[in-house]
């Protein structure tokens, strides 16, 4: 079967595009054009691996490319967005075209090429600070950024498409996801990369809140079983371990293990406005256990443990000296 995959130049994105490969898929890659030819991430994957993806470079925002990339595949993920929160309070304009028109172009494409499935990336912000735990999909959705409301807005559109035509549509929402590749603007990496650049003040915004983080693989694990099970089409999709931790808590865990001696200061340009924060998500996986195959196969310690190791070796990969926006 051929696929697409948008953001394949992306953290997410990478990883779903190797494991695609591993499991047979003839896969596209839709990396977003730059005049370097720099296809993001991909450049890192195994040769054996990208021997067989096909690259395609363009811009989700602009419908031509977007149907041009779709022609000739079966099934699309759509993962290419925005995601910096801190990024969406100064520049929701890039956001808005890029989340919401980017996914609309996608949408229209599918419904013009007859593609048999799509998968839209949400993301578990769409829900804001938890109103009940753990959070199922029937859960309200709050705006508490420009980013999540541009999620909001593009998850709406897809259900919109399967209502409205019958698109073969499922929207998939991992809950926080960490793991090699990632950027140092979330948590995990810039603690892991201060303390392996020797800082002895690990610099963090707001301890309190708690996420429900999956490793990078057990997501994309998760996409592909929602993208090969008859069950998804119209759902709503949580992506979840069902299991909270405080960024203080996981700052402390990440601490012991590479430099017991440093110490967390708080840094306020890493602070969320006060109504904006999420201060706690912790999500229900009931949903995706029951419409597919789908367990976490890893620990938090074992995530933790590989997301050290390779950024030992791509450490010169992060600026550890300048907050990540």
Same mark, same amino acid.
């Given at each position: 079967?051929?696929?697409?995959?948008?953001?394949?130049?992306?953290?997410?994105?990478?990883?779903?595009?190797?494991?695609?490969?591993?499991?047979?898929?003839?896969?596209?890659? @839709?990396?977003?054009?730059?005049?370097?030819?720099?296809?993001?991430?991909?450049?890192?994957?195994?040769?054996?691996?990208?021997?067989?993806? /096909?690259?395609? !470079?363009?811009?989700?925002?602009?419908?031509?490319?977007?149907?041009?990339?779709?022609?000739?595949?079966?099934?699309?993920?759509?993962?290419?967005?925005?995601?910096?929160?801190?990024?969406?309070?100064?520049?929701?304009?890039?956001?808005?075209?890029?989340?919401?028109?980017?996914?609309?172009?996608?949408?229209?494409?599918?419904?013009?090429?007859?593609?048999?499935?799509?998968?839209?990336?949400?993301?578990?912000?769409?829900?804001?600070?938890?109103?009940?735990?753990?959070?199922? /999909?029937?859960?309200?959705?709050?705006?508490?950024?420009?980013?999540?409301?541009?999620?909001?807005?593009?998850?709406?559109?897809?259900?919109?498409?399967?209502?409205?035509?019958?698109?073969?549509?499922?929207?998939?929402?991992?809950?926080?996801?960490?793991? *090699?590749?990632?950027?140092?603007?979330?948590?995990? *990496?810039?603690?892991?990369?201060?303390?392996?650049?020797?800082?002895?003040?690990?610099?963090?915004?707001?301890?309190?809140?708690?996420?429900? @983080?999956?490793?990078?693989?057990?997501?994309?694990?998760? @996409?592909?079983?929602?993208?090969?099970?008859?069950?998804?089409?119209?759902?709503?999709?949580?992506?979840? !371990?069902?299991?909270?931790?405080?960024?203080?808590?996981?700052?402390?865990?990440?601490?012991?293990?590479?430099? *017991?001696?440093?110490?967390?200061?708080?840094?306020?340009?890493?602070?969320? *406005?006060?109504?904006?924060?999420?201060?706690?998500?912790?999500?229900?996986?009931?949903?995706?256990? /029951?419409?597919?195959?789908?367990?976490?196969?890893?620990?938090?310690?074992?995530?933790?443990?590989?997301?050290? /190791?390779?950024?030992?070796?791509?450490?010169?990969?992060?600026?550890?000296?300048?907050?990540?926006?």
């Amino acid at each position: 079967m051929k696929v697409l995959v948008t953001g394949a130049d992306g953290f997410i994105g990478s990883h779903l595009t190797e494991e695609l490969v591993k499991k047979g898929y003839e896969v596209k890659a @839709f990396a977003l054009y730059n005049s370097f030819n720099t296809w993001g991430w991909l450049d890192s994957l195994p040769k054996e691996i990208m021997k067989n993806v /096909e690259v395609f !470079t363009g811009d989700v925002r602009d419908p031509n490319g977007v149907r041009t990339a779709m022609k000739g595949v079966e099934k699309v993920f759509h993962l290419a967005a925005l995601i910096a929160i801190p990024f969406s309070y100064h520049s929701p304009d890039s956001y808005v075209d890029t989340n919401i028109k980017g996914t609309l172009n996608v949408l229209q494409a599918a419904r013009d090429l007859d593609v048999k499935k799509i998968m839209v990336t949400s993301t578990s912000e769409v829900y804001g600070t938890a109103q009940y735990v753990p959070i199922d /999909e029937k859960h309200p959705y709050q705006g508490q950024s420009p980013y999540s409301a541009t999620k909001i807005g593009a998850d709406r559109l897809a259900e919109s498409f399967y209502r409205s035509f019958n698109l073969p549509v499922a929207i998939v929402r991992p809950f926080n996801t960490f793991g *090699p590749r990632q950027s140092a603007r979330a948590v995990i *990496p810039t603690i892991i990369s201060q303390l392996l650049a020797g800082n002895e003040e690990i610099k963090l915004g707001s301890l309190t809140p708690t996420r429900d @983080f999956n490793y990078v693989k057990d997501t994309a694990a998760g @996409f592909i079983a929602i993208a090969e099970s008859d069950k998804t089409v119209g759902q709503e999709i949580n992506i979840a !371990t069902q299991k909270e931790i405080s960024i203080g808590d996981l700052a402390k865990e990440i601490i012991s293990q590479i430099n *017991p001696n440093a110490r967390i200061v708080c840094d306020e340009q890493r602070l969320r *406005p006060e109504k904006s924060e999420v201060n706690r998500l912790l999500g229900s996986n009931k949903k995706i256990k /029951e419409l597919t195959d789908w367990r976490p196969r890893y620990t938090f310690a074992q995530g933790i443990s590989e997301t050290i /190791e390779w950024m030992k070796q791509n450490l010169n990969a992060y600026k550890t000296d300048i907050y990540n926006v």
